[in-house]
C-alpha cells in the first residue's frame, strides 16, 4: 500500500524569497506602491493543511550600530514546546516610515526564518497583516512572500476602529475600517490589553483569532510571540 504519510516540510533557502522576489524600493512612494502590488495576491481565506509546528517571528533593533536583530521560533502546535530557535542580524537601511515597516524589518525576519527547520506550518509575525491601510502589513507581505499560512498579531492599532472587547479572556471585537472588517482585537488575558489579530495570508479571520488565542499560555502574547520577543532582546552585541 502506499505510504499517504504527509512529507516534512522543506525547510526555507537559506537566501531570503524576498531578495528573489523583488528588489527593495529606494523611498517610500515606490514602497507603498509596490505594497498595493502586492496586497492583491493576499488570500482571506483558509489554505492550510494539518498543522504540526508553528512558528513566531519578531525584530529587535540596536539602531547605535545600524542593526536590527530578528528572532524566530519554532514551537510543537499541540504542546507548545520549542523545537527551535535562532537569531539573525541585518543592517539597518529603510527609514521607519509608519505603515512601512516590512521595508525595514523583513529582511531581517525572512533571514531568521530562512534558518527554521523544518519550516513552520502556521507562522505568527508581531505586526499587522490586513489591518493596514494598503491591506499589507509585514505580516501580510512576508506571507505572501513565503506563500506560508500567517497571521498579524499587533500590539498596537495602526488603522481602523472598534468597540472594546469584555475583560474576560478569549473575547474580542471586529476591527473595521468603514464597512470591511480588517482584524480584530482580542483579549488574550483577562483585564490586559487586547492583541489586534489580522489575516497575513492562507488564513481566515475566524482562525486567525482561534489560533492566537489557542497559543495563548497566560500571557498578553501567544507564545511563539512571546519566545521569538524575548530571545530579539538576547542579541550578542
Not at 527547520?117 to 505580516?139: F, M, S, T
Request: charged residues 20%; contains cysteine.
Amino acid at each position: 500500500m502506499e505510504d499517504e504519510t504527509r512529507p516534512e516540510s522543506k525547510p526555507v533557502e537559506p537566501k531570503s524569497l524576498f531578495d528573489r522576489a523583488h528588489a527593495w524600493p529606494a523611498d517610500p512612494a515606490r514602497a507603498m506602491a509596490l505594497q498595493r502590488q502586492l496586497a492583491r495576491a493576499v488570500e482571506r481565506v483558509d489554505r492550510l493543511g494539518p498543522v504540526r509546528r508553528v512558528a513566531g517571528v519578531d525584530v529587535h533593533y540596536a539602531p547605535r550600530l545600524g542593526l536590527m536583530w530578528a528572532a524566530a521560533v519554532l514551537l510543537d502546535a499541540a504542546t507548545l514546546e520549542l523545537e527551535a530557535s535562532v537569531l539573525a542580524c541585518a543592517p539597518l537601511t529603510f527609514p521607519y516610515v509608519p505603515g512601512l515597516l516590512s521595508f525595514r524589518e523583513a529582511p531581517a525576519a525572512l533571514r531568521a526564518l530562512a534558518l527554521l527547520v523544518p519550516a513552520p506550518d502556521l507562522l505568527l509575525v508581531d505586526g499587522q497583516g490586513i489591518a493596514h491601510p494598503r491591506r499589507l502589513g509585514i505580516a501580510a507581505h512576508i506571507g505572501v512572500l513565503l506563500d506560508l499560512p500567517t497571521i498579524g498579531v499587533a500590539k498596537s492599532r495602526l488603522c481602523g476602529s472598534y468597540s472594546e472587547p469584555s475583560a474576560a479572556a478569549g473575547s474580542w471585537t471586529p476591527l473595521r475600517d468603514g464597512a470591511e472588517v480588517i482584524g480584530a482585537v482580542a483579549r488574550t488575558r483577562t483585564n490586559t490589553r487586547p492583541v489586534f489579530v489580522s489575516i497575513g495570508h492562507r488564513v481566515a479571520l475566524e482562525s486567525a483569532i482561534g489560533w492566537t488565542l489557542r497559543l495563548c499560555r497566560g500571557y498578553r502574547l501567544p507564545e511563539p510571540l512571546r519566545l521569538a520577543d524575548q530571545l530579539s532582546r538576547c542579541h550578542p552585541l
